[in-house]
C-alpha cells in the first residue's frame, strides 16, 4: 500500500507535467508551429531527396559532386505544389460552372420561392378566416423591413470584415513563406538536429515528443483526409441521386464544412431537410436526412476508431481529449486535446519506468 507522502508526490508531479504540457499547447506551440510544420515536411521529404542526391551524383577529377539537398526538397516541394494547384485549378473551374449555373437559376428560384410562400399565406389567411391578402402584406412589411436591418448591419461588417480579410491573406501568404523556406533549410539540417537530440541531456525527452508528434501527426493528417474525401464524396453522389443540379458544389460546400470544429453537414442538411417537407416533398427530405446520418456515421467511426487506434488511445480517452481540448483551446483543441493527453501520459509511463528502474 502507498504511503500518503507517495501519493501526494505522484499527484504533484502529475499536476506539474500537466501544467507544462498546457503552458506549451497554449503559449509555445503557436510560436513555432510553422517550424514544427517544416521540419515535418522536411521528414517527408528527405527518403526521395536523398535518393534522387544519390541518383544523380557525378565524378570530376577524382572528386564525387552532388546536388544540394536543400534545391532538391525545394523542386519537389514546387512540384507537390504545382500538382495541388493544377487539381485546385480544374476543380474550381468545375464549381465555377455550377456557381454560375445557380446565379442564372435564381431568378427563377426567386418566383418559386415567392408563389410558395404566397400559397402558405393564402393557406393560413383561409384557416384563420382573415381577411384576403393581410398575410401576404405583413409578411411582405416583415421581409422589407428585416432587408433593411440586415443591410444596415451588415455594412459595417463588411467594411470590418474587408480588412480582416486583407491582413489574414497577407498573414497567410508571410507563414507560407515562412514554412517553405524553413522546410528547405531544415530538409539541410536534419542530420544536425539528430547529432543535436542525441548528445542532449534531454535526448530521452526530444525523442518522446518527436515520437508522439509523428504518430499523431501521422494519424491526424490520414484519418481527417478521408473523413473529409469521404464526406464530400457522400454529399455529392447523395445530392446527384436526390436530383440536385448543383451536387458538385453543395456537396463540396458541406463536405468542406463538415470538417470545421464545431460545425458539420447537419449545419445545412438538417434545416434544408425542414424546409423540404414543409414544402411538400418528402422525398428530398428524407435524402438530406440520409446523407447527413451516412456522413455522421462516417465521422463518428473514423474519428473515434482509426484516431484513437493511430495515436494508442482508447476511443473513450480521444473522446475525452477532444472535449477538454475543445474547452481548454477553442476550435484547435480538436488537434490540441489529444496531443497533450499523449504527452502527458507518455511523460507520466517514462517517470513511472524512471521509478521501477
Given amino acids: 500500500m502507498e504511503k500518503p507522502k507517495e501519493k501526494l508526490k505522484k499527484i504533484l508531479i502529475i499536476s506539474g507535467i500537466t501544467s507544462a504540457v498546457y503552458a506549451g499547447c497554449k503559449y509555445l506551440l503557436p510560436l513555432v508551429i510553422p517550424f514544427f510544420a517544416a521540419y515535418g515536411l522536411a521528414l517527408l521529404l528527405e527518403p526521395a531527396a536523398r535518393w534522387i542526391c544519390r541518383k544523380t551524383a557525378w565524378k570530376r577529377k577524382g572528386k564525387t559532386f552532388r546536388l544540394p539537398i536543400e534545391a532538391v526538397g525545394g523542386a519537389e516541394l514546387l512540384l507537390i505544389l504545382a500538382i495541388i494547384g493544377i487539381g485546385v485549378y480544374f476543380g474550381g473551374c468545375r464549381l465555377l460552372e455550377q456557381v454560375k449555373l445557380l446565379i442564372d437559376s435564381l431568378p427563377e428560384l426567386t418566383r418559386s420561392f415567392d408563389r410558395w410562400l404566397t ?45 480582416t480579410v486583407f491582413k489574414w491573406a497577407v498573414s497567410a501568404m508571410v507563414i507560407f513563406l515562412i514554412l517553405f523556406f524553413a522546410t528547405i533549410l531544415t530538409l539541410g539540417k536534419l542530420d544536425a538536429i539528430r547529432s543535436f537530440q542525441k548528445r542532449s541531456l534531454f535526448h530521452e525527452e526530444f525523442e518522446l515528443i518527436h515520437q508522439k508528434f ?100 482508447s476511443a473513450l ?41
Fill in 119 to 163: 400559397g402558405n399565406c393564402r393557406q393560413m389567411e383561409s384557416l384563420l378566416h382573415l381577411k384576403k391578402g393581410y398575410i401576404v402584406l405583413l409578411v411582405q412589411d416583415m421581409i422589407r423591413q428585416l432587408g433593411g436591418t440586415a443591410k444596415s448591419a451588415a455594412m459595417p461588417y463588411l467594411m470590418v470584415s474587408s480588412v
Fill in 214 to 313: 509523428s504518430v499523431f501527426g501521422k494519424a491526424f493528417l490520414r484519418v481527417q483526409g478521408l473523413i473529409l474525401l469521404l464526406t464530400c464524396i457522400v454529399c455529392t453522389v447523395g445530392l446527384w441521386l436526390a436530383g440536385n443540379p448543383y451536387y458538385i458544389l453543395l456537396g463540396t460546400v458541406i463536405g468542406l464544412l463538415d470538417a470545421l470544429p464545431l460545425l458539420g453537414t447537419g449545419t445545412i442538411l438538417l434545416p434544408w431537410a425542414v424546409v423540404e417537407l414543409i414544402g411538400g416533398r418528402g422525398s428530398q427530405a428524407l435524402w438530406l436526412v440520409g446523407i447527413y446520418v451516412v456522413s455522421y456515421i462516417i465521422r463518428q467511426f473514423l474519428e473515434t476508431k482509426m484516431m484513437a487506434k493511430g495515436i494508442g488511445l
Fill in 317 to 357: 480517452e480521444t473522446l475525452a481529449a477532444l472535449y477538454v481540448g475543445l474547452k481548454l483551446f477553442g476550435a484547435l483543441g480538436v488537434i490540441l486535446g489529444p496531443l497533450a493527453f499523449m504527452l502527458i501520459k507518455a511523460f507520466w509511463e517514462i517517470l513511472e519506468k524512471e521509478e521501477a528502474g
